[in-house]
């Protein structure tokens, strides 16, 4: 009988399906790998593991006994600990408050019992092989200290599964080596582990075996030993693998065309490292690049948010220091970050929204011209489709795929020819999706230059004219948008094999 | 894809016959946002109003009314300004130490070293400038917490006051020019009367009109709930927010500048100490008023309510002859029962959008 077992787990969250019917099993002592590209539901079964996240149907089961769906707390008293890729360690707090946090050992007056604190951490942390002063608090630490404080957490009560969200994501390659000693360690006492990680390499190196699943429906469970990267890139990025090329066929703008922007050398030390970049008016151009790999630092250096430390930059052929986003807007670029939340101003009206970044069109001195505010916002909502019933109601109370139609009608307004669009249908339902990339494309028709980031190869693939991948915050290939997907992955992940 | 547009504002229509409590409380919601958005200011103000004119028959009279709004004036001022600031997401506790410096340095210049009286003025004001630009430059420049600096200045502006003073009222006998007081434009708007109206009521009321001009009508104001509403998103649109920061707390420290240039003209005096603890009438104000604290929502309109408020308790309170002591436990209680009810309006308006 397998430890843990999931059936037929369905979420749907608004808009998306997030999980359609996925199974699941972990063996006892296994190190079991879960595998698929963003948005592949990864993450969502994971939480429904740990009770953080109720699913719509399904069972999961613990040596055979039903453990009900919904509650963390059940689901850790069972026997289930998960560590989050997001830590929640408390940085103020020691480590051994950390590790005992809210289940601290207390003296006949109900006061925290600190000998007992000690002595009871103890066999924790040596448990995840780490050799420090339980007392020195969390944030002395980087982290892969804590990371390890985290495991030491979750395995503290009397862990049978433990579930590991990413947990390499910001760690060296030597951090990780010692990780995996400590995985390895305790599956050797019969834990089984389930390690969610997009990085091929590393989850080849380490699982027993490989779920891989995608659009939230398990695509296949593996044995790890004998299956190459390629192949399970295939599988996470589904059938058309080599199959047909991007919709929009090589070469069909680009070449000829004016550079509109280019970087040379541009690096924000020490996270980016030296880029070259051209960029043609009309072209759309993919980045490409895992979590971690520094496409939003690339993108939030390009329009002056992390001013560069070195390199220089042409827009338009002029030379342009980008000190903040109102240098880069008046040098005519706009952006769009990969948290939606983070550009609106939610409790404003869609026009104010959409003139936002245009407050120099739509002034007279220093008074709002209200009539012209009203004139461009409704000419934006036109042309972009949003479908609101005036341009004064609250931005907040769009859905997504219209939300982010804002951000771009906010560019357009200011009249940007060149976008840099991160990650522009991140949660946005797959209808709205396609909105998106279709006006993406007619704008880039008109003669805008788009960089498009992304972590979906499938989209890097359809829509850009050509690709740049990232890994570890350099450029590490310019491929053309038939490349293969493998050819794609192998560049993204290449840096850590 | 019609759901994909907007989502109502209604409750959801149909409700089962259980639903009767929901309903009510859907009309009350409806009834409260329905009052221009002040809802919970604006239905206390008439519930207190109410009840003073039919226990107190000499509260609703001519005389008592103008009584309340001459006394809280200065308030009002100082309330204007701390509302565009706490609209930008910050919050300003040196106002009531900003108007006392303000007055008292226009007294000094007038009475005691003879300047003339739009020098005297004009050195007033440029006192307040001064603090509201060093608060603004602490906030942006040192990145000091707003709170933090504007505490740090309400202690150290009420030192500078009292320096300039000598600790002592002005004028006072051994230092006034000959025949000097108060400068006769001050007192003349600040305790002047025409016919029965208090000529300090309308200099409150421009300074409420300037306030809802700026916020309203300007870039700058546009600028100011961009920035309390979402700083990154305002700073990702090219909005300067240390430019609008810096002159939202410049703007505040002027009108409380005129709120102690007022309060120097109704006392026909000033010193360092006067307006003590008005920030915390104006902050009250101003949350009374239905303006966010974490900012990005607000309007002076609610401002003013929130002061006429504070102004008809005590005012009510003191012709009850309630004691001082009970008239503070009751304004305070006062406080926290309206935000209550606005914070309640607000969740129940996000879950009827919400279900719909």
């Given at each position: 009988m397998p430890l843990l077992e999931v059936r037929g787990v369905h979420k749907v969250y608004p808009g998306v399906r997030a999980l359609a019917g996925v199974d699941l099993t972990v063996e006892a002592g296994e190190v079991?790998?879960?595998?698929?590209?963003?948005?592949?539901?990864?993450?969502?079964?994971?939480?429904?593991?740990?009770?953080?996240?109720?699913?719509?149907?399904?069972d999961l089961l613990l040596d055979g006994e039903p453990v009900p769906f919904g509650s963390p707390q059940t689901s850790r008293d069972r026997g289930i600990g998960i560590v989050y890729q997001e830590l929640s360690l408390v940085p103020a707090l020691s480590i051994a408050e950390n590790v005992l946090l809210?289940?601290?050992?207390?003296?006949?007056?109900?006061?925290?019992?600190?000998?007992?604190?000690?002595?009871?951490?103890?066999?924790?942390?040596?448990?995840?092989?780490?050799?420090?002063?339980?007392?020195?608090?969390?944030?002395?630490?980087?982290?892969?200290?804590?990371?390890?404080?985290?495991?030491?957490?979750?395995?503290?009560?009397?862990?049978r599964v433990l579930l590991l969200d990413e947990p390499t994501s910001a760690l060296s390659d030597r951090e990780s080596r010692r990780l995996f000693g400590v995985i390895h360690d305790l599956t050797g006492s019969g834990v089984a582990v389930v390690y969610v990680s997009h990085r091929l390499p590393e989850v080849v190196a380490i699982a027993d075996r490989i779920t891989v699943l995608r659009d939230g429906e398990h695509v296949e469970t593996v044995p790890a030993e004998g299956v190459s990267e390629q192949q399970l890139a295939r599988m996470m990025v589904g059938r058309a693998v080599d199959g047909p090329t991007s919709a929009r066929a090589a070469g069909t703008a680009g070449s000829g065309a004016d550079v509109v922007l280019r970087a040379t050398g541009l690096a924000r030390r020490p996270?980016?490292?030296?880029?070259?970049?051209?960029?043609?008016?009309?072209?759309?151009?993919?980045?490409?690049?895992?979590?971690?790999?520094?496409?939003?630092?690339?993108?939030?250096?390009?329009?002056?948010?992390?001013?560069?430390?070195?390199?220089?930059?042409?827009?338009?052929?002029?030379?342009?220091?980008?000190?903040?986003?109102?240098?880069?807007?008046?040098?005519?670029?706009?952006?769009?970050?990969?948290?939606?939340?983070?550009?609106?101003?939610?409790?404003?009206?869609?026009?104010?929204?959409?003139?936002l970044a245009s407050l120099s069109r739509t002034r007279r001195g220093p008074l709002m011209d209200f009539a012209r505010e009203r004139d461009l916002a409704e000419h934006y909502v036109d042309q972009l489709g949003i479908r609101v019933p005036t341009i004064d109601a609250l931005v907040e109370t769009l859905s997504g795929g219209n939300q982010q139609k804002v951000l771009l009608a906010r560019w357009l307004c200011s009249q940007a020819r060149i976008l840099i669009l991160d990650d522009p249908v991140r949660g946005v339902d797959v209808g709205a999706k396609e909105e998106v990339y279709r006006l993406v494309t007619q704008l880039s028709a008109e003669g805008v230059a788009v960089l498009l980031l992304t972590s979906e190869i499938k989209e890097a693939r359809t829509y850009a004219d050509r690709v740049l991948v990232m890994a570890d915050g350099a450029i590490t290939a310019a491929l053309p948008a038939d490349a293969s997907e493998d050819q794609i992955m192998t560049a993204a992940g290449g840096v850590h094999g | 894809m019609a759901e994909d547009t907007v989502r109502d504002d209604q409750a959801p229509e149909g409700t089962a016959p259980g639903?009767?409590?929901?309903?009510?409380?859907?009309?009350?919601?409806?009834v409260l946002n329905g009052i221009g958005g002040q809802g919970g200011a604006l239905v206390m103000l008439v519930v207190l109003v109410a009840a003073f004119s039919v226990l107190a028959p000499n509260f609703l009279t001519v005389g008592n009314v103008l009584n309340i709004l001459r006394q809280f004036a200065v308030t009002m001022m100082l309330a204007i300004g701390q509302t565009l600031v706490i609209i930008t997401a910050g919050i300003d506790l040196s106002v009531a130490a900003t108007a006392a410096l303000a007055g008292s340095v226009m007294g000094v210049a007038f009475a005691h070293w003879g300047m003339s009286q739009p020098v005297?003025?004009?050195?007033?004001?440029?006192?307040?400038?001064?603090?509201?630009?060093f608060n603004g430059w602490a906030i942006t420049k040192l990145k000091v917490p707003d709170i933090i600096a504007t505490l740090g200045t309400l202690t150290a502006v009420r030192g500078?006051?009292?320096?300039?003073?000598?600790?002592?009222?002005?004028?006072?006998?051994?230092?006034?020019?000959?025949?000097?007081?108060m400068p006769p434009a001050v007192t003349f708007l600040g305790a002047g009367t025409y016919y029965r109206v208090p000529l300090i009521i309308l200099v409150a009321a421009v300074c409420a009109v300037v306030g809802w001009f700026i916020l309203s009508r300007t870039t700058l104001g546009r600028a100011m709930y961009a920035v309390g509403g979402n700083r990154e998103a305002a700073h990702v649109s090219g909005i300067n927010v240390n430019r609008t920061k810096f002159w939202t707390y410049v703007i505040s420290a002027l009108l409380a500048s005129v709120g102690g240039i007022m309060l120097s003209g109704r006392l026909a005096s000033a010193n360092a100490l006067m307006a003590n603890l008005m920030e915390l009438q104006t902050i009250?104000?101003?949350?009374?008023?239905?303006?966010?604290?974490?900012?990005?929502?607000?309007?002076?309109?609610?401002?003013?309510?929130?002061?006429?408020?504070?102004?008809?308790l005590a005012n009510g309170l003191n012709i009850f002859g309630v004691s001082e002591f009970w008239q503070s436990i009751i304004t305070g209680l006062i406080i926290v029962v309206v935000v209550a009810l606005d914070?309640?309006?607000?969740?129940?308006?996000?879950?009827?959008?919400?279900a719909a």
């Open positions: 079991h790998a879960l595998l698929g590209e963003n948005g592949a539901g990864k993450s969502t079964l994971m939480k429904a593991v740990a009770g953080a996240v109720t699913p719509n149907a399904g809210g289940r601290l050992p207390r003296t006949r007056f109900g006061l925290v019992d600190w000998k007992a604190v000690r002595t009871s951490v103890a066999p924790h942390l040596e448990r995840v092989g780490l050799d420090v002063d339980p007392r020195r608090s969390v944030r002395d630490f980087g982290m892969a200290e804590r990371q390890l404080v985290e495991i030491a957490k979750a395995v503290s009560s009397n862990v996270r980016l490292a030296p880029v070259d970049l051209e960029l043609r008016a009309g072209e759309i151009v993919g980045i490409f690049g895992l979590v971690g790999a520094g496409r939003t630092r690339l993108a939030r250096t390009l329009f002056g948010l992390e001013p560069a430390t070195e390199g220089s930059l042409e827009v338009f052929g002029a030379p342009v220091t980008l000190r903040s986003p109102a240098d880069a807007i008046a040098a005519g670029i706009g952006y769009v970050g990969e948290d939606r939340a983070a550009g609106l101003i939610h409790r404003m009206s869609v026009g104010a929204n959409i003139t | 639903d009767d409590r929901r309903a009510v409380r859907t009309r009350i919601v409806a005297a003025i004009l050195l007033g004001l440029g006192a307040g400038f001064l603090v509201g630009a500078v006051a009292l320096l300039v003073t000598g600790g002592l009222p002005v004028p006072n006998f051994s230092q006034v020019v000959e025949g000097r007081r009250a104000a101003v949350v009374i008023g239905g303006t966010a604290l974490f900012g990005g929502e607000g309007r002076v309109g609610g401002t003013v309510i929130g002061v006429f408020i504070i102004g008809v914070q309640w309006r607000r969740r129940a308006t996000a879950a009827a959008e919400g």
